[in-house]
C-alpha cells in the first residue's frame, strides 16, 4: 500500500522514508522538480521511494496521478504552498486529513491575525493595503509604526518588510508595488521581543509541545533566516505557558491533528503570534528534532495520514539527548553558484558538524535577499542550544559560496 507525498520540504525524505517502512506502506513523491529534493534523494538507498515526475500546480494532473498508485491509504500534507490542494485531494480520495476550511484558514496570514484578534489572543490588529506609498497613512492608523508588511500567504522570509518610520514604510510600499505576491499585501504592528518557534503535535483537539526553537533574522534590509537552535532551555512554568498558549491558538483555528510550527515573539507582556505553519519546520527542524528527542518524529506524520493516534503523543521524550543549531549559508551576491571554500576545515570543529547543500554547482541564483539565497546549512550539536548555536556559527562563518557572474 501507498503513501502519497504532494511535494515535501527539502530536507526529509530519508527519515520519512523510513517512518512509512515502519507502517508496512511504500513512499510516493509527487513533485514538480526533483532537484529541490537533490541532496536527500543522492543519499538515500535504492527503492527507498518513489518519485513521480507531475506538474503539481495541475491539480487534474495530481489528481490524475494519484488515481493511478496501487492502494493510495494516505496523503501528506506537509507544505504550505501545497497545503490546501492536498487537503482537497484528501477529503476527494476518501483518505484522511484536515478539515480543507481549517487549512485555507491557516494559510491567510491576514485571515489568522484578524481570526484571534477579535477574540483576544492577539493585541495586534491587520489592514490589508494596496502596494502603493499612497497606503502609508492607512498603515498608520490602522496599526501605528513601527509597522510590518508581508504577503498573506508568503514563505520563505520572502516579500516581508519592518518599517520603523513613515519614510521607510513609504519606501517599503513602493518596493512592494513592484513585487508578485502569493496572496495579498497586509500591514500588522511590529513586536518587540526575541523570535521562537514551537515545535507541536496535535490529535482530537488536544496538543503537545515538543520543544521551543530559537531564530535568528538578518537585520534589514534582508529579513531573512539565518540560525536557529533546539531545544531552547526554558523555565517549567514559562515552557507550560507556552504550551497552554499554542494549545488553545491551534484549537481556536481549527488545527487539531498533526505537526504545527508556530512562529511567535515573546513578548515583555507573553508570547504573540507571528505565524502558524500546519507542518513539520522547514529548512533542518525535522531533522533536529530528531536527533534531539531521540526518535524519528516522522513515524508520527505517517500515522496521522492513516487516521491512527500517533504513538509521540504519550511517549516519553528523551529530554537529556544532545542539543543542535544550524546556520544557513547565504550567497553574498546573485550570479551562479561555483562551489564553496572551507568545506574541508568543517571536519576541524567541535559538535559533529555536517554540511547539508541545498543548492548545488551550476545553479543560477537570482535572489539573495531571502531563503533562496540559501545555498546550504551547517548543522553542529552540543549539550545546550545555546553551545550548538556558537558551534555551528563558528564553524559556518568558514564556508564561503563561490559566486560568478556567468555561466
Given at each position: 500500500?501507498?503513501?502519497?507525498?504532494?511535494?515535501?520540504?527539502?530536507?526529509?525524505?530519508?527519515?520519512?522514508?523510513?517512518?512509512?517502512?515502519?507502517?508496512?506502506?511504500?513512499?510516493?513523491?509527487?513533485?514538480?522538480?526533483?532537484?529541490?529534493?537533490?541532496?536527500?534523494?543522492?543519499?538515500?538507498?535504492?527503492?527507498?521511494?518513489?518519485?513521480?515526475?507531475?506538474?503539481?500546480?495541475?491539480?487534474?494532473?495530481?489528481?490524475?496521478?494519484?488515481?493511478?498508485?496501487?492502494?493510495?491509504?494516505?496523503?501528506?500534507?506537509?507544505?504550505?504552498?501545497?497545503?490546501?490542494?492536498?487537503?482537497?485531494?484528501?477529503?476527494?480520495?476518501?483518505?484522511?486529513?484536515?478539515?480543507?476550511?481549517?487549512?485555507?484558514?491557516?494559510?491567510?496570514?491576514?485571515?489568522?491575525?484578524?481570526?484571534?484578534?477579535?477574540?483576544?489572543?492577539?493585541?495586534?490588529?491587520?489592514?490589508?493595503?494596496?502596494?502603493?506609498?499612497?497606503?502609508?497613512?492607512?498603515?498608520?492608523?490602522?496599526?501605528?509604526?513601527?509597522?510590518?508588511?508581508?504577503?498573506?500567504?508568503?514563505?520563505?522570509?520572502?516579500n516581508v518588510w519592518i518599517s520603523h518610520d513613515e519614510e521607510a514604510l513609504r519606501r517599503a510600499l513602493d518596493e512592494a508595488g513592484r513585487r508578485q505576491f502569493m496572496g495579498d499585501l497586509f500591514a500588522e504592528a511590529f513586536l518587540a521581543g526575541p523570535l521562537y518557534s514551537a515545535e507541536t503535535l496535535s490529535w482530537?483537539?488536544?496538543?503537545?509541545?515538543?520543544?521551543?526553537?530559537?531564530?535568528?533574522?538578518?537585520?534589514?534590509?534582508?529579513?531573512?533566516?539565518?540560525?536557529?537552535?533546539?531545544?531552547?532551555?526554558?523555565?517549567?512554568?514559562?515552557?507550560?505557558?507556552?504550551?497552554?498558549?499554542?494549545?488553545?491558538?491551534?484549537?481556536?483555528?481549527?488545527?487539531?491533528?498533526?505537526?504545527?510550527?508556530?512562529?511567535?515573539?515573546?513578548?515583555?507582556?507573553?508570547?504573540?503570534?507571528?505565524?502558524?505553519?500546519?507542518?513539520?519546520?522547514?529548512?533542518?527542524?525535522?531533522?533536529?528534532?530528531?536527533?534531539?528527542?531521540?526518535?524519528?518524529?516522522?513515524?508520527?506524520?505517517?500515522?496521522?495520514?492513516?487516521?491512527?493516534?500517533?504513538?509521540?503523543?504519550?511517549?516519553?521524550?528523551?529530554?537529556?539527548?544532545?542539543?543542535?543549531?544550524?546556520?544557513?549559508?547565504?550567497?553574498?551576491?546573485?550570479?551562479?553558484?561555483?562551489?564553496?571554500?572551507?568545506?574541508?576545515?568543517?571536519?576541524?570543529?567541535?559538535?559533529?558538524?555536517?554540511?547539508?547543500?541545498?543548492?548545488?554547482?551550476?545553479?543560477?541564483?537570482?535572489?539573495?535577499?531571502?531563503?533562496?539565497?540559501?545555498?546550504?546549512?551547517?548543522?553542529?550539536?552540543?549539550?545546550?542550544?545555546?553551545?550548538?548555536?556558537?558551534?555551528?556559527?563558528?564553524?559556518?562563518?568558514?564556508?564561503?559560496?563561490?559566486?560568478?557572474?556567468?555561466?
Amino acid at each position: 500500500m501507498t503513501i502519497a507525498a504532494l511535494e515535501s520540504l527539502s530536507f526529509g525524505l530519508g527519515h520519512m522514508a523510513a517512518a512509512a517502512a515502519e507502517t508496512g506502506h511504500e513512499l510516493c513523491l509527487l513533485t514538480a522538480d526533483r532537484s529541490v529534493y537533490r541532496h536527500e534523494l543522492d543519499t538515500l538507498p535504492d527503492r527507498a521511494l518513489t518519485v513521480i515526475d507531475v506538474d503539481t500546480f495541475d491539480e487534474s494532473a495530481t489528481r490524475r496521478a494519484l488515481a493511478a498508485l496501487p492502494d493510495l491509504v494516505g496523503l501528506l500534507n506537509i507544505t504550505d504552498t501545497w497545503s490546501v490542494p492536498a487537503a482537497d485531494l484528501a477529503a476527494e480520495f476518501g483518505l484522511p486529513g484536515p478539515a480543507p476550511a481549517a487549512v485555507r484558514l491557516l494559510r491567510d496570514k491576514y485571515l489568522v491575525r484578524e481570526f484571534l484578534h477579535r477574540r483576544g489572543l492577539s493585541r495586534s490588529a491587520a489592514v490589508r493595503v494596496k502596494a502603493s506609498p499612497d497606503s502609508v497613512e492607512e498603515v498608520r492608523r490602522a496599526v501605528g509604526l513601527p509597522a510590518v508588511l508581508k504577503d498573506s500567504s508568503g514563505t520563505s522570509s520572502r516579500n516581508v518588510w519592518i518599517s520603523h518610520d513613515e519614510e521607510a514604510l513609504r519606501r517599503a510600499l513602493d518596493e512592494a508595488g513592484r513585487r508578485q505576491f502569493m496572496g495579498d499585501l497586509f500591514a500588522e504592528a511590529f513586536l518587540a521581543g526575541p523570535l521562537y518557534s514551537a515545535e507541536t503535535l496535535s490529535w482530537d483537539g488536544a496538543t503537545r509541545l515538543l520543544g521551543v526553537l530559537s531564530r535568528q533574522t538578518s537585520r534589514q534590509p534582508a529579513v531573512r533566516e539565518e540560525a536557529a537552535a533546539f531545544p531552547v532551555a526554558l523555565p517549567q512554568a514559562e515552557f507550560s505557558d507556552i504550551e497552554r498558549w499554542v494549545g488553545e491558538v491551534l484549537h481556536l483555528t481549527g488545527h487539531h491533528s498533526g505537526f504545527a510550527h508556530v512562529e511567535f515573539i515573546l513578548t515583555a507582556q507573553g508570547p504573540e503570534l507571528v505565524e502558524i505553519n500546519r507542518r513539520i519546520g522547514g529548512a533542518l527542524v525535522g531533522e533536529v528534532l530528531c536527533r534531539s528527542l531521540g526518535t524519528n518524529v516522522y513515524s508520527a506524520m505517517m500515522e496521522e495520514a492513516l487516521g491512527r493516534r500517533p504513538r509521540l503523543m504519550d511517549a516519553p521524550l528523551d529530554r537529556d539527548g544532545p542539543a543542535h543549531a544550524f546556520v544557513l549559508v547565504y550567497a553574498d551576491r546573485p550570479g551562479v553558484l561555483k562551489g564553496w571554500h572551507g568545506l574541508d576545515e568543517l571536519a576541524a570543529f567541535p559538535g559533529n558538524v555536517r554540511w547539508y547543500p541545498t543548492r548545488a554547482p551550476g545553479d543560477a541564483m537570482p535572489q539573495v535577499g531571502d531563503q533562496r539565497g540559501c545555498t546550504g546549512i551547517v548543522l553542529a550539536e552540543a549539550t545546550t542550544a545555546e553551545l550548538a548555536q556558537h558551534r555551528a556559527w563558528s564553524a559556518a562563518t568558514r564556508v564561503c559560496p563561490v559566486v560568478v557572474s556567468g555561466p
